[in-house]
């Protein structure tokens, strides 16, 4: 471990502008949640209400967690946002050990800092007690957030330590991963698949209330059940796979080659396909995995939302506090729930969007790009790949979003034509979507290296607007500035043409203008 702590402040000076966002979001999370649950049940008889309808709705349940949490105030705070928080946690610990293991030795960083005076765990070892910094730091904000909006302390810290220990626990998989796995992406990958496993495996046991959520650190978390009954034991479960975790990676890290994994890539095929002969059909190859991914999470998602569409209007009834929070209040309930939801996975849409797009300054910092840009392929025709692919795949996101929900929707009122018609509106948003991914173009063309900064601003800018305009009661100003607002809220309301072509014409318009910076740029600069 000799120079672990060298690497510790190193690593912190590189993720200084990047891991107060992970850790401040999750916050941010807890405390609109607790705000928004405070104020709506706040009344002893409405969160009776709640957990008469809510608590009995199966899909629910295992979109959100064990129905007992819904017995207090608090414990409906943790129901309807730890899940959600969870997943913030473990993809915050995957990238950052991720990035500071496996990547530094695929780009070859960590074979630079090795030939120093550096012990050869040293890089696990900076990675997992930045992973651990950040985890602390985070379950401190958390607690903070809930003992100060006015919940129990006990159940606040209970909270805290279960998502800290969630988060090391992710972290010391991403670290044994990073030992088995010769690229990040297959670590990132791996430690994906596992998170959506423990979804999946926590849903299903909440949804039957069987013994299968134990086999999720999801589960886990959950099943302290804050401010209900109070359980610690669970989290030592959390700290204690952590921990083996931990001694598994340094142990394979002992017995493989720097730069290597335990396993190898395959070898590839001898010649090319034919789809790979043009700058399109390589964007496409690179990037179909994690489009499918997407497409497959939304699409569930969409399916989980229309499942309880059926009985929302007995939900509002129950608690009409909400229609506050639904986009046309109380007359036509559904289909302002509808509209709410549709949003949400348009804003899904988005993000595949963005990421797909940055993933072209990816090849371009990586030095990928530069043997493509050596042969006949133009600048245009590159980056226009990745954008073809960025523009497409959210489309079909979107798509999936809409027709998940719309069959869901439609099976339980006894109506398939809901399927084509969530479909139709989802795709309603797609202007706004291709503007968000516009946003990500620009600064690819002109600000290449604060261009993740501008893609994601915008996508976050615009989720806080559609999410939480009225309960942040933001300014009309603020609001106009997404392009959301100013499209037709499907299905909730009519569709015309004007301001669809108008947002399609300002994405068009930062999307060549950003095409055009990059033309006239230095390529990996």
């Avoid at 705070?77 to 500071?100: C, D, W």
């Avoid at 990958?189 to 979804?199: E, I, N, Y």
Wanted: net charge neutral.
């Amino acid at each position: 471990m000799t120079g672990a702590g060298l690497l510790l402040r190193f690593d912190l000076r590189r993720d200084r502008a990047k891991l107060p966002w992970w850790i401040f979001g999750t916050a941010l999370l807890f405390l609109i949640q607790s705000t928004q649950s405070q104020n709506m049940y706040g009344d002893p008889r409405e969160l009776a209400g709640l957990r008469e309808t809510i608590g009995a709705n199966t899909a629910v349940v295992a979109m959100s967690g064990p129905a007992q949490l819904l017995e207090t105030i608090g414990g409906e705070v943790v129901f309807e946002i730890f899940g959600f928080a969870a997943i913030v946690v473990a993809l915050m610990n995957m990238f950052l050990v991720g990035r500071y293991t496996r990547g530094d030795e695929e780009t070859g960083r960590a074979e630079l800092v090795l030939a120093a005076r550096v012990g050869r765990r040293a890089p696990v070892g900076a990675a997992l007690l930045l992973a651990l910094l950040a985890d602390v730091v985070t379950g401190a904000l958390v607690f903070a957030v809930l003992a100060g909006t006015g919940l129990p302390v006990g159940g606040s810290l209970l909270v805290a330590a279960a998502i800290t220990g969630l988060g090391l626990l992710f972290a010391a998989l991403t670290a044994l991963a990073a030992q088995v796995f010769e690229h990040a992406r297959a670590v990132y990958g791996a430690v994906g698949l596992f998170l959506g496993a423990a979804w999946t495996a926590r849903a299903a046991g909440d949804a039957a209330d069987s013994g299968l959520v134990w086999v999720s650190p999801i589960g886990w978390g959950q099943r302290t059940l804050p401010y209900v009954a109070d359980r610690w034991w669970p989290v030592l479960l959390l700290l204690v796979t952590a921990v083996l975790l931990v001694v598994a990676a340094l142990a394979l890290l002992d017995r493989r080659d720097l730069g290597d994994g335990l396993v190898r890539s395959r070898p590839g095929r001898p010649y090319a396909s034919r789809a790979l002969g043009s700058a399109t059909g390589l964007a496409w190859r690179l990037q179909r995995g994690s489009l499918a991914g997407w497409v497959v999470g939304v699409a569930l998602l969409g399916v989980a939302y229309g499942s309880i569409g059926d009985s929302i209007e007995q939900f509002v009834a129950d608690n009409p506090e909400v229609t506050a929070y639904l986009p046309g209040g109380a007359d036509r309930i559904v289909d302002a729930y509808l509209a709410l939801t549709v949003t949400v996975g348009a804003l899904l849409a988005a993000a595949f969007g963005v990421s797909a797009a940055l993933r072209a300054r990816a090849e371009e910092t990586s030095g990928r790009a530069e043997p493509i840009l050596a042969t006949t392929t133009s600048r245009t025709a590159w980056l226009g790949s990745h954008l073809t692919v960025a523009l497409a795949g959210s489309g079909l996101v979107l798509l999936a979003a809409g027709l998940g929900e719309g069959l869901a929707y439609g099976l339980t009122v006894g109506d398939p034509g809901q399927a084509f018609r969530m479909a139709g509106a989802a795709l309603v948003y797609l202007p706004a979507v291709w503007a968000v991914v516009a946003v990500a173009v620009l600064g690819i063309g002109w600000a290449a290296r604060a261009a993740a900064v501008a893609g994601w601003t915008a996508l976050g800018y615009c989720a806080v607007v559609e999410l939480f305009a009225d309960s942040f009661d933001l300014p009309g100003w603020v609001q106009r500035a997404s392009p959301f607002v100013h499209l037709p809220e499907a299905p909730l309301e009519a569709v015309t043409a004007p301001p669809l072509l108008i947002v399609t014409a300002v994405a068009a318009a930062l999307t060549l203008a950003g095409l055009a910076g990059f033309r006239r740029r230095d390529v990996g600069y």
